[in-house]
């Protein structure tokens, strides 16, 4: 029994989409990631959409929206980066709930590959002594007499080193590493094989670069080649053609600019997102449409938030606009 009803948005031409991103689904609750879902969570969250909303596959979504068919209450669900347990742990959830998804990969860490803010979760979290200095390294020192005290100095540490450049981030992670002197093994990425699964499971992906840059701290040149080879290098594992991007980090004016968005569109893809926090509405820019995170940890709150994101998030969409000129 759907309950949302006009509350949450109307059909046709008038009506707002939600598009929902996630990073990972763990099999259990991670307190160093508590962005991030577990199993139980994210089942009941699908279930969420299952009952209440309509979940529509992104690229129907986008086609529907182009002709100003959306249905009430249309919701997509996302994927950004590529992790194993999309698969191994959200596919089977989505599947249950007949939910479709599309996953936006960066290809660069198929199988063997490690991004850098998994690199330094892990690092952090093998620390055995309960004071630690990094100040050598310019990232502050932490006392770690608990847990929550350690996803302080996580959250720190990721905090300084995400808007560095590709090779200093690279550097930092390298010295933070050698600091520690922790032998971290641990590849959390999908295989390519995986990918098969997914599509073969009548789920989609979209491209999501090769690496995973803030494209506004490399150089254009560097941007047009990330995103192009990204969409090239999943167009020949798929067989298919790739036409969603998403934006790595994806805050207007300050992850991306207005160059980047052309760059997108110039690469050919048909639609582009970002991370700015809004629900879809027609007249949006298709380079570069609004998602937001599902961070609540309860049915009803989770109910609720999806509810009110119809009708919020305009301050984001001008804020965008005015980010990307």
Request: glycine residues 6%.
């Amino acid at each position: 029994m759907r309950t949302a009803g006009s509350i949450a948005s109307s059909k046709g031409a008038s009506a707002r989409l939600l598009i929902l991103f996630y990073h990972r689904v763990h099999p259990v609750a991670d307190p160093l990631r508590p962005s991030d879902v577990d199993a139980e969570t994210f089942d009941w969250q699908m279930e969420t959409l299952a009952r209440y909303f309509t979940p529509l596959a992104l690229d129907q979504a986008m086609e529907l929206l182009r002709q100003g068919r959306l249905p009430a209450n249309a919701v997509c669900v996302t994927f950004d980066d590529g992790y194993a347990d999309n698969v191994e742990v959200a596919l089977p959830v989505l599947q249950r709930w007949a939910v479709p998804a599309t996953f936006f990969l960066t290809t660069g860490f198929f199988g063997h590959g490690c991004m850098w803010n998994d690199r330094v979760i892990e690092l952090l979290r093998n620390v055995k002594t309960q004071k630690l200095s990094l100040s050598n390294l310019g990232l502050g020192e932490y006392e770690i007499t608990s847990m929550d005290a350690r996803l302080h100095m996580v959250n720190s540490v990721l905090r300084q080193l995400k808007h560095l450049s590709l090779e200093e981030r690279g550097q930092q992670v390298q010295r933070l590493e050698n600091e520690l002197n922790i032998d971290v093994s641990y590849s959390p990425m999908m295989r390519e094989e995986q990918v098969s699964v997914l599509t073969e499971s009548g789920m989609s992906v979209g491209a999501h670069t090769v690496n995973h840059p803030i494209l506004s701290k490399i150089s254009l040149d560097e941007a047009k080649q990330e995103i192009e080879s990204g969409k090239r290098q999943l167009e020949a594992l798929t067989k298919k053609e790739v036409t969603l991007f998403a934006y790595p980090n994806g805050v207007p004016g300050k992850d991306y600019e207005a160059g980047h968005v052309g760059l997108v569109k110039a690469a050919g893809f048909d639609a582009a997102f970002s991370t700015a926090w809004a629900a879809v509405q027609h007249t949006d820019d298709v380079m570069q449409l609004p998602r937001i995170a599902p961070w609540d940890n309860t049915r009803l709150r989770f109910y609720l938030r999806l509810l009110r994101s119809y009708r919020t998030g305009n301050a984001d969409r001008v804020a965008m606009k005015q980010a990307t000129g």
